[in-house]
């Protein structure tokens, strides 16, 4: 099987204006790909600094787009790894992306509760294969009773030596981890309970369609 890469160069990054940054692909023509409707499908890859692919969600259903972001969700929906291996999504999500921010907000909707989440991560880029990031380790899960956690901090920091991060993103994913805590702190955007019930009615009305 051959193994898909994505190689980017960063440059003007803003480290004094967080989240602001320009980014490209080599070799690739971004931009291509028109905004996605309502209730179409498509395909998220999910990368790592180094350029390999990490893990492809196939079928999220698109639920809003603007300039700035995508809201989909994805239900029982085939995760590829990059090992191959497969599974599928257990529960009803809402996924949340954005081109400014580096992360990207998962609601799970379960019966206990809707869990969060978040990935640190590049803003998102869209052509017409997918819709594309990098991946950057970091995680906060947010639990029903809004216990908040930290993940993968051993695994940033191998990657970030082993991959060779620049301070800047560093720097950037670190103010970016600020910013999502003041997000759940305060029930902004994603982390209100308005949004999941919005989203997911939107979403079961689209399937009687």
Known sequence: MQTQK????YFDIDVMNTPTRNFFAVGESWGTMGIPKEGEFVTIQSYKHDGHLHRTWRDTMVLKTSEYSLIGVNDHTLVTESDGRRWVTREP???YFHK?????????????????YCNLASPYLLDDEAL?????DLDIKVFPDGEKRLLDVDEYEFHSKLMDYPEDIDFI????????VDWINNEK?????AYVD?????YQQLLKK
């Open 132 to 136: 594309k990031y990098i991946d950057y």
């Open 189 to 193: 955007g994603p982390f209100s309970d």
């Open 198 to 202: 919005i989203w997911y009615q939107r």
């Open 100 to 116: 400014k921010y580096w992360f990207n907000i998962i609601a799970m909707i379960r019966e206990k509760g809707v869990s969060y």
């Open 93 to 95: 999500a809402i996924v």
């Open 6 to 9: 994505l190689c980017y160069n």
């Open 173 to 180: 994913l670190k103010e970016n981890v600020k910013t999502l």
